[in-house]
């Protein structure tokens, strides 16, 4: 399994940006399709963005397109999620993860590697 370390999370105004990271480790970053997903108190976790092994192709949920990109470099192993004109409804715990294969999948049940999560909280 890949090793996944977020960073990055912290106390936001809403309207402010912030940009979090997903450092990779023990295996070959390049062969993970990586995405970030999301868990708020007493809510199921739900999918934010993924994108493909080379960067190109990205998914996103409807509620943060346009605010949000995610980004990935390949010689550095690690993933990104900016997040612009946050919202309060965007505090939660995010997560990233990983997992071996071609497709850009939303289902949290398609990965099989993640990190410990780092927490975003935007104030209103």
């Known amino acids: 399994q890949i090793q996944l370390s977020e960073s990055g999370g912290g106390l936001m105004q809403a309207g402010g940006s912030l940009r979090i990271s997903c450092a990779a480790s023990?295996?070959?970053?390049?062969?993970?399709?990586m995405a970030w997903f999301r868990q708020a108190p007493g809510k199921e976790r739900e999918f934010v963005a993924a994108?493909?092994?080379?960067?190109?192709?990205?998914s996103y949920t409807d509620s943060v397109k346009g605010r949000f990109t995610i980004s990935r470099d390949n010689t550095m192993d690690t993933v990104y999620l900016h997040m612009n004109a946050l919202k309060p409804g965007d505090t939660a715990a995010y997560y990233c993860?990983?997992?071996?294969?071609?497709?850009?999948?939303?289902?949290?049940?398609?990965?099989?590697?993640w990190g410990q999560g780092t927490q975003v909280t935007v104030s209103s």
């Open positions: 994108i493909s092994r080379d960067g190109i192709d990205t």
């Open positions: 993860a990983g997992r071996l294969g071609v497709s850009v999948l939303s289902s949290p049940s398609a990965y099989n590697s």
């Open positions: 023990g295996r070959t970053f390049s062969n993970y399709v």
